[in-house]
Nanobody, 121 residues
Framework: VQLQASGGGLVQAGGSLRLSCAAS????????MAWFRQAPGKEEEFVAG??????TTADSVKGRFTISRDSAKTTVYLQMNSLKPEDTAVYYC?????????????????RGQGTQVTVSS
């Protein structure tokens, strides 16, 4: 499984961005996928996950970020609204063969390259 993340950029606080993670996977529907982020000097943080069992979102972004998937395009999206400077980080997408999206990054076998999101105040 190869993952290609895109959509990062520079945005002002209060703005929006949509990240995309395109997966080259034959059995996309069987994958649990997630977004993680890492800010400079901080540990990696779970952001949101999606699987056949449902969606899960970190408390820090709940109500502002939404994860979704398009099976026809084998792509997962992260819609980020009401962005804050503390959302600034490199965002990664990850995938694993599971019916559940774990919040632990080490449980994901596949990982894409990061995309930088910078939110200015």
């Amino acid at each position: 499984v190869q993952l290609q993340a895109s959509g990062g950029g520079l945005v002002q606080a209060g703005g929006s961005l949509r990240l995309s993670c395109a997966a080259s996977a034959r059995f996309f529907s069987t994958l649990a996928m997630a977004w993680f982020r890492q800010a400079p000097g901080k540990e990696e943080e779970f952001v949101a996950g999606i699987s056949r069992s449902g969606n899960t979102t970190a408390d820090s972004v709940k109500g502002r970020f939404t994860i979704s998937r398009d099976s026809a395009k084998t792509t997962v999206y992260l819609q980020m609204n009401s962005l804050k400077p503390e959302d600034t980080a490199v965002y990664y997408c990850a995938a694993r063969q599971s019916a559940v999206a774990s919040t632990g990054s080490k449980s994901y076998r596949y990982r894409g390259q990061g995309t930088q999101v910078t939110v200015s105040s």
